[in-house]
């Protein structure tokens, strides 16, 4: 699908990932509106790229439909925002369950349920959904994070096949250990030893591609992290031993110390 004049949604573009989406997608000329909830973020964002800003949180539960009513018609969503969710299972409140479960997948299936419709009576578009190497890769300390980032796998997966027929593309997007901005960035956590990092850029310009050439998956990960998804499809223990002896339930309990107060 052509990016270059088609009318473009972003979701949590407040983030330093969704800064680069944006950019992105304003460099190809795309109309945005760009969404948030950090308004003193959104502002300057949107004068930089030329985009309408609409604020909202999508762990309310009239947030999703509230955000497209003001949006208006669009012809690509991109599916970013998220909650990190990291820490143990045992840790969180009910409460705190149901924000991650609705901002992480709530959200993203409610806004493809609300759009799918106009989508496919204009005959194109193209849906984007931003996951995580954690939607293909279990981690310690992470079991509610992984849970949103697998279904949303699941759910674009089927939901690529049923809206093929009708001209609309469905791509998701995995990104691997993202430096400068992302989860362990605002968690000051390093990524694990040997491991390497992606760029913002990087992500975004996957996002673009997906959109692009109708791309049903792309992985944004150093050789090493992909071999790691590898070995948990295809050994799971194996696995997760090997994150073990690299540290990674450390790096993971830094994650949740870190990222508490955002729950």
Known sequence: MQIRGSRVLITGATGGIGHAIAHAFADRGAELVLTGR?????????????????????ADSD??????????????????????????????SIEQIDRALDVNLRAPILTARLLAEPLIAQ?????????????KLASPRASLYNATKFGLR????????????????????FPGF??????????????AFGMGTSSPEQVAE??????????????????????GVLLAGLAPGLAARVQRLAGADKIAATMSDAQRAKR
């Not at 400068?180 to 960035?185: P, T």
């Open 63 to 92: 947030g999703v439909a509230a955000l497209l009513a003001a949006a208006g018609p669009v012809d690509i969503v991109v599916a970013n925002a998220a909650l990190p969710a990291s820490g143990l299972l045992t840790d969180y």
């Open 123 to 135: 005959g194109r578009g193209h849906l984007v959904f931003v996951s995580s190497i954690s939607g």
């Open 38 to 58: 950090r308004v003193e973020v959104l502002g300057p964002l949107a004068e930089q790229t030329g985009a309408r800003a609409v604020p909202a949180d999508l």
């Open 178 to 191: 993202v430096r400068d901005a992302g989860m362990f960035a605002d968690a000051g956590v390093p990524a």
């Open 154 to 173: 699941g759910f674009a997966q089927a939901l690529r096949q049923d809206l093929a027929p009708h001209g609309i593309g469905v791509s998701t997007i």
């Open 206 to 227: 996957a996002v673009c591609l997906g959109v692009e050439r109708n791309v049903g998956e792309i992985d944004v990960a150093t050789p090493q992290t992909r071999l």
